[in-house]
């Protein structure tokens, strides 16, 4: 059965930093990109960032990009998500998600993931 746990949220003051954990089990880690998504009160889910099965491509949308980062440590069967200037609107449930060898035009889609967590909260609020 496959996995995804997701860790690290929490409430944190504009400014501060949070780092965030998703441990996958159940499959070959190597062999699945791994995206997170996230999704505010009242919103639809968005795509944050993905990164590909060698970890050697990222993407990021463009709200987060240069605040956040992506990254993953096959050996251990988890992905990272570095989160820095954190802002208020960034509070949301933040999930992960993998697939097998996306197509890049479908990074982003997250109708295109076939496994999920069951997300971890983040707030940033003063």
């Known amino acids: 059965q496959v996995q995804l746990e997701e860790s690290g949220g929490g409430s944190v003051q504009p400014g501060g930093s949070l780092r965030l954990s998703c441990e996958a089990s159940?499959?070959?880690?190597?062999?699945?990109?791994t995206a997170w998504f996230r999704q505010a009160p009242g919103k639809e889910r968005e795509f944050v960032a993905v990164?590909?099965?060698?970890?050697?491509?990222?993407y990021y949308t463009d709200s987060v990009k240069g605040r956040f980062t992506i990254s993953r440590d096959n050996a251990k069967n988890t992905v990272f998500l570095q989160m820095n200037s954190l802002k208020p609107e960034d509070t949301g449930v933040y999930y992960c998600a993998c697939d097998r060898s996306l197509i890049m035009s479908t990074l982003r889609q997250a109708t295109q993931y076939d496994h999920w967590g069951q997300g971890t909260q983040v707030t940033v609020s003063s």
């Open positions: 990164i590909k099965k060698f970890g050697r491509n990222t």
């Open positions: 159940g499959l070959t880690f190597s062999q699945y990109d």
